[in-house]
């Protein structure tokens, strides 16, 4: 398994983003991104996908219904070289198209908090969990968590200049919400990102491009293991990357608190090894296995309660108990306990 490093949630001019697709490569470069996938609002640009330079730009699309007010159910949908904001209107058959064309379809920041502070800074929330067959949720939208940050002019001031001191990680209620999901017999995948605009924000008489491409790809990406590493071959690894992440081979790092890279999450029982995202069927005990890229508050969760806790490079637990595993790692940052990595889920049957 070879890891690389992707953010998945972008926008350019093409909607309300700031730069264009070759500028934003070279922030992901900068920043040591090996993937970018732009996702445009309710616009599948044609064109731009490929290598630019070290990083590969890949096109995806974050759909919505334009009528709905207030905003409600953004689905970003990867891996679909057409256009797909027609299907809106129906968050179901939006995904169940995407999903012929052999795409993959995440609940875009399905848990928000709306900011006092301006009418355009509403909670954009998911508002129909009856639905199926999605590949999985966002997670940790960086900049959804940050609009929650917002709850007075003081704070949004002190959040627009010193951000890594209050983004803290993924909403409580995301995370319930996805073990409540996992706990059903549902496979979803999670994945953290930007959600990177480049936009620049009025706070009274103060005005700066908060949030330029290049912080953002150094804060909350999605780590992918691919079978074998990239190739520079556009439809090769692509597929390589797509395919990685329909498994749910990946986590969530926030890069910020310290390079989450070579974060590693097994199962073995008898002779199988699982990683992140497989489903593996027991055999005698099992034996899950943690490696973190330096100390940290390492939790494992079987059904979303923690089953054991280590502060350190590494946890490891025997059981017998089948049930969906996952690990959360906290770790000091900026004075406070903060989210720093989780994990995509072993099945253990
Ligand atoms: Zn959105
Ligand atoms: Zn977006």
Redesign the pocket.
Known sequence: MVEIVANMHIHTPYSDGELYHRDIADAASAAGLDVIIVTDHNVWVCGPAGYHGGVLVLIGE?V?DCQRDPQRS?LLIYNVAEELSPFADNPQELINHARRRGGLTFL??PVEYRSPLHPDLEA?VWDDWRVKHFTGIELWNYMSEFKARLWSAPAAVFAAFFPSWVIRGPFKAALRKWDELLIAGERVVAIGNA?AHGATYRLGPLRRVLFPYRHLFQCVNTHLLIDRPLTRDVKTDQDLVYSALRAGHCFVGYDRAGSTRAFRFTARSGAALAIMGDEIARRGATRLEVVCPDAGDIRLLRNGVVVAQNNGHTLEHLTVDPGVYRVEVYRTFRLLKRGWIFSNPIYVR
């Open positions: 974050e919505h953004h875009a920041h954009i959600d």
